[in-house]
């Protein structure tokens, strides 16, 4: 089987305190920690599970600029055969339905039976797989926790839905999934994994290279726009208890006792 | 601006809660605007959540079909393009239903797409202006929406004021026969129902939550003295259960358990919308949590800025004391 995993690099939400600029209309980026989305370690490890048992090939990649390159070989570490970074200044303030063009002209150039993107990332939207999927007239899940091949023609996956129930359904291939934390758990990538596929090429596509036509792309063909970062006044928030340990400990247990949490 | 127009996600027959709330978002966005709810669906389900639409909503679509009878987001798309005009404005929920259905059918009418809206700043001629957030929560921005060919447009639940149920005698008009050809790549086969595990942490008025600040799965054993001391029950976050530290059936949130206790502690949770959508009943929420800008101090009602892999010993000897 012939696997795409869509991967991105993105602000690390466990290592970071995110933070506006000066000017309080972006975030500061000067010292953000960045990885690969979360989601994307779920999705590259299912494929290479999957290849794994089945045969076939695993192939990372990414729309973004030169540093995204470090994210496409961490997964490459992991076990994905191949990478290629979408990368050129026409791409740049792309949005989701942007990216998804970008994507579905490499899917074309190559002979992909599935597709997988993590699903959702740093802008918490969850749109790119459901718009490559649709563009190409692909069946589509997304949140997928159970993933089962059934033959060369059909695979069975789980949905996760509300209140931790699970759907099962039947796609014909190709198709686009989207894949939930969860569904299996990522292998662990070291510096020597990293230094092993250090050497291997990764190609670099451009509009050109794709065929893309610059203005369906990139922030001239983007409908949806982002205008500007900032924290909302959420009014009081929390009573934030200080001191000592101890002091602290005292105010949060009466607090506790008063609504009935303690005996 | 275009027509609006609402898809009413309900089972058997009973609307959900977005259903009451996307009026208040169509009013932020025009407050003249028309808007219309769609039903999809089969039989006297069908039936029953449309006239119940009909006391909300000034005018009510249905599209009954067999293949509707399950909500699979292939089919309902290929209902909805077949059904609603090309320039509509069409919001949907963002939840696991949503984020099936919306992104597709974005592309399939050629309209502009914009996921999980929190907040709306009204309509600039034919630009939406919508809040939304990023990164977990931690920033919030503005996102401006072409919607001059139509848009697809997420809601997030709870964000927007329920309206009260009044009688708007709103007629109800079967659009079925224009839903045209159903059939679907993705083939619904059937529900699993969650596990249930050794514990009900639905039942308990006291609960320890932990999420990724435990850090470690040797660290649980820290959370389950404390909640042993305080005569409380060990739930969690997703991360937890992604990791297999504790069992599905301890995780509160959207895709785990809705819980209802007098007191909620969360520690080391960050708390995304997807967590603490699964905590209602207006708890006292106490969030102890190492990153001072951590969303859940906006939620909660006591907040303790520490690590909590120190402060939970301490707070265990302290009530064992």
């Not at chain 1, 303030?93 to 990332?121: C, F, M, P, R």
């Amino acid at each position: 089987m012939e696997i795409l995993v869509c991967v991105k690099r993105v602000p690390d939400t466990a290592e970071n305190e995110f933070e506006l600029n000066s000017a309080g209309n972006d975030l500061d980026r000067d010292d953000l920690v960045y990885s690969v989305n979360e989601w994307d370690n779920y999705a590259v490890e299912e494929a290479i599970q999957i290849v794994d048992k089945v045969g076939g090939n695993v192939t990372v990649v990414t729309v973004g600029d030169d540093e995204s390159e470090e994210v496409l070989r961490r997964e490459m570490a992991m076990g994905a055969n191949n990478g290629i970074l979408l990368s050129d200044d026409a791409f740049e303030g792309s949005d989701g339905k942007g990216i998804a063009t970008i994507l579905k002209a490499e899917v074309e150039k190559g002979n992909y039976d599935l597709i997988l993107t993590g699903a959702q990332a740093d802008e918490g939207a969850g749109q790119v797989g459901g718009m490559l999927a649709a563009m190409l007239d692909y069946p589509y899940a997304s949140l997928v926790n159970k993933l089962e091949v059934l033959g060369d023609a059909t695979i069975k996956v789980g949905r996760e839905i509300e209140g931790g129930n699970q759907e099962m359904n039947e796609m014909d291939l190709p198709c686009v999934l989207s894949i939930q934390t969860g569904i299996n758990e990522p292998r662990y990538v070291g510096i020597r994994g990293i230094r092993k596929v250090a050497k291997l090429d990764i190609p670099v596509k451009g509009a050109a290279d794709l065929g893309l036509d610059a203005s369906t792309v990139g922030e001239d063909g983007a409908k949806v726009k982002r205008v500007d970062y900032f924290v909302p006044d959420m009014g009081d928030g929390a009573e934030m208890l200080e001191g000592s340990t101890d002091e602290i400990i005292a105010q949060l247990i009466e607090r506790i006792k008063s609504k009935g949490g303690l005996a | 601006m275009a027509e609006l127009f609402a898809y009413i996600p309900h089972n058997a027959g009973i609307a959900e809660d977005i259903a009451m709330e996307y009026p208040e978002a169509a009013k932020k966005m025009d407050a003249g605007a028309a808007l219309t709810a769609v039903v999809t669906g089969s039989g006297a389900d069908l039936d029953k959540v449309a006239n119940a639409m009909a006391d909300i909503y000034a005018s009510v679509i249905k599209i009954d079909n067999e293949a509707l009878a399950y909500p699979n987001a292939e089919v309902i798309r290929k209902a909805l393009v077949n059904v609603l005009p090309a320039d509509a404005i069409v919001l949907l929920p963002h939840n696991t239903l949503g984020m099936d259905l919306a992104p597709g059918l974005s592309i399939k009418m050629d309209s502009a797409f914009v996921a999980d809206v929190v907040d709306i700043d009204g309509c600039d001629g034919k630009t939406l202006n919508v809040v939304r957030q990023e990164l977990g929560g931690a920033v919030s921005t503005h996102v401006s929406c072409d919607v001059s060919t139509g848009a697809v447009v997420t809601v997030r639940g709870g964000a927007f004021a329920p309206v009260e149920g009044s009688a708007a005698g709103g007629t109800v008009v079967d659009k079925s026969a224009d839903a045209g050809d159903l059939a679907a790549k993705r083939r619904f086969i059937e529900v699993v129902a969650a596990e249930v595990g050794d514990v009900d942490i639905t039942k308990s008025d006291l609960l320890v939550s932990i999420g990724r600040g435990i850090e470690e799965e040797e660290n649980i054993s820290v959370a389950q003295d404390l909640a042993e001391a305080m005569g409380a029950v060990v739930s969690c976050s997703r991360p937890i259960v992604d990791a297999k530290w504790l069992e599905k059936s301890r995780q509160v949130g959207t895709s785990g358990q809705t819980v209802k206790p007098k007191v909620y502690m969360a520690l080391g949770i960050s708390g995304s919308f997807q967590h603490m959508g699964g905590v209602k009943g207006n708890p006292y929420i106490v969030a102890i949590n190492k990153n001072p800008k951590a969303p859940i101090f906006q939620v909660a009602d006591v907040g303790i800025v520490a690590d909590i892999l120190e402060f939970m010993p301490e707070l265990t000897d302290a009530i064992s004391g």
